[in-house]
């Protein structure tokens, strides 16, 4: 269906607009259709309008309609203040905590309802800043208020009058702050805005027009909005022309903006590895000087864009941009430190074809795992580990682990792992040395381990580089496709220790079975 559309993209683009006024597409001029939008999203945008609210669809999904790709969520902003937007939807509740967005649920499906807001800041969604208590007291109160409403919600919303009365009367307050001039939303954005030292917006609570609302967004393609009441397209940024320039520019100062939230350097990353769009030179001059402030987010938010970055299907692309950006390095210290340290190195190959077989996995539409991804990032910052080690103990199981957790440990300084991701990365290694070595009755049991699928993967990466035995992989990847009966046939057929260690021919502390185990397990 979004083909048909394309052919709007070569016609050439009338351009400017006076600053400050959008111009405004008409349907006939644009290629966005309403068939391309998902049902929910439109019975939002079109509830909101019969209620008298301005509603648009803004954002990612509008640049992604635009192109003929299909958006990954549809965000839809509007004039209706956080609450009035849930007494329209029983379905929605209230998230943020810098500031209020509105989620209606249609069971998976989620469709964001942002009010628009005066200042420049990113969603609260994206960037997991602690509320001021007041805020959490208002946010916890308005949770129980909503619970109230919500048909699928536990009934535990003790003094949920109350948590109404409170609720309201805050957005009574963002609605006096909405409607003020603006002299005086000035002096509420000063009470109610916060900035760090280094120019980061850790808070921003003042609700505007969509006149406002356009100048936070980060760029210009993503900065579109498609109205409801008449299917135009609103454009205060030229992002149109963007959009068909395949150019990604920031809005405002550019430094200014990295400034008030560092992700947007990634954001421009993950833009251009994604759309294969280019971030201008403007945009591209400050990031060398400015990229170390990544390493004040908070580690959580740079967890969620890694995973945006390399989980999205365009991982090897992302590399790519994110190392000729010097921004890998920020993220991943270690890892970048290994790969210019060991130039052309079979771990920068393994990394590389790791990432291709992620994005052919989402590509084809398979599930993929952030531990998988978090093993492949570690190998280079594990193998270091291993190799400061003496040589002789670099294939003892304990030695591996103790190198993973070395190299968790120094991973979380930037980017968060959850717990339950950093398990898999050290069981995923754990059990190599398993895989490699084990080829007795055993094996069978290895089989059911919840682990054995990932760690699996690995190994038959590592052979595919040449880190592993490729005989072992295979052995391994006919056992997981063979008959039962067959299985204990190739169990039982197995020579005592047979498993030769190919080994990598690079020193890089791979792990590897421990020999003395080899022989213990292949009697076994
Ligand atoms: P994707 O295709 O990954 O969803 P997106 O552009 O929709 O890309 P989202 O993270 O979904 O990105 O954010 C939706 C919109 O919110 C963006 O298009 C942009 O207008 C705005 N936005 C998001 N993050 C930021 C940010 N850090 N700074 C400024 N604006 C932002
Ligand atoms: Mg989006």
Request: charged share 30%.
């Amino acid at each position: 269906m979004l083909k048909s559309f394309r052919a709007h993209l070569n016609e050439p683009l009338p351009v400017a607009v006076a600053h400050g006024a959008p111009r405004v597409i008409p349907r006939a001029e644009h290629p966005v259709s309403r068939s391309d939008i998902s049902p929910n999203a439109l019975r939002v945008l079109y509830r909101l309008k019969e209620a008298g609210f301005q509603a648009f669809l803004v954002g990612g999904c509008v640049r992604d309609l635009i192109i003929g790709r299909h958006p990954k969520d549809f965000d839809v902003a509007t004039d209706a203040l956080p609450d009035e937007v849930r007494r329209l939807f029983r379905n929605c509740r209230l998230v943020g905590r810098r500031f209020r967005l509105a989620h209606v649920v249609y069971g998976r499906d989620v469709i964001e309802v942002a009010t628009f807001r005066a200042a420049s800041a990113p969603p609260p969604s994206e960037d997991p800043v602690p509320a001021r208590e007041e805020d959490e007291a208002e946010l916890l109160a308005a949770e129980a208020d909503d619970d109230e409403l919500d048909d699928e919600s536990d009934d535990d919303a003790d003094d949920a009058d109350d948590a109404d009365d409170a609720a309201d009367s805050a957005a009574e307050d963002a609605r006096g702050n909405a409607l003020n001039s603006a002299a005086a939303n000035a002096g509420a954005a000063s009470v109610h805005r916060v900035q760090d030292d280094h120019g980061r917006l850790l808070r921003d609570n003042v609700y505007g027009t969509i006149d406002e609302d356009v100048w936070r967004r980060d760029f210009t393609v993503n900065a579109l909005y498609y109205n409801i009441a008449d299917f135009s397209i609103w454009d205060y940024v030229d992002g149109l022309a963007d959009i068909h320039a395949k150019r990604l520019r920031l809005i405002g100062d550019v430094e200014t903006r990295y400034r008030e939230d560092p992700v947007r350097m990634l954001r421009a990353a993950r833009f251009e590895a994604k759309l294969g769009f280019s971030l201008d030179a403007e945009g591209s001059a400050p990031i060398p000087q400015l990229r170390q402030l990544l390493a004040g987010v908070p580690p959580a938010r740079l967890f969620d864009e890694t995973a945006k970055l390399f989980l999205g299907g365009h991982g090897v692309e992302s590399f790519r941009v994110l190392r000729a950006r010097g921004l890998f390095g920020v993220l991943f210290p270690a890892a970048e430190q290994y790969l210019l340290q060991h130039p052309g190195s079979l771990v920068e190959a393994l990394l590389v074809q790791g990432l291709r077989n992620t994005d052919s996995r989402v590509a084809e539409d398979k599930p993929v795992t952030p531990t998988f991804l978090f093993a492949l990032l570690l190998y280079g910052p594990i193998a270091a580990a291993i190799e400061t080690l003496p040589q002789q103990r670099w294939h003892e199981p304990q030695a591996i682990l103790e190198a993973c957790d070395r190299a968790l440990r120094d991973a979380q300084q930037r980017v968060s792992i959850p717990r339950r991701i950093a398990l898999g990365v050290r069981e995923m290694y754990a059990l190599q040395s398993r895989l490699e070595g084990q080829r007795g009755r055993r094996s069978l049991r290895l089989l059911e381990q919840p682990r054995f699928r990932a760690a699996f993967d690995l190994l038959a990466l590592r052979a595919a580089i040449g880190l592993a035995p490729a005989e072992i992989a295979q052995w391994w990847n006919t056992l997981q496709a063979v008959s039962p009966e067959e299985r204990e046939q190739m169990v039982a057929a197995m020579p005592q220790g047979t498993a030769g260690n190919a080994g990598g021919g690079e020193s890089t502390g791979t792990p590897r079975r421990r020999r003395r185990r080899r022989s213990r397990s292949g009697g076994g």
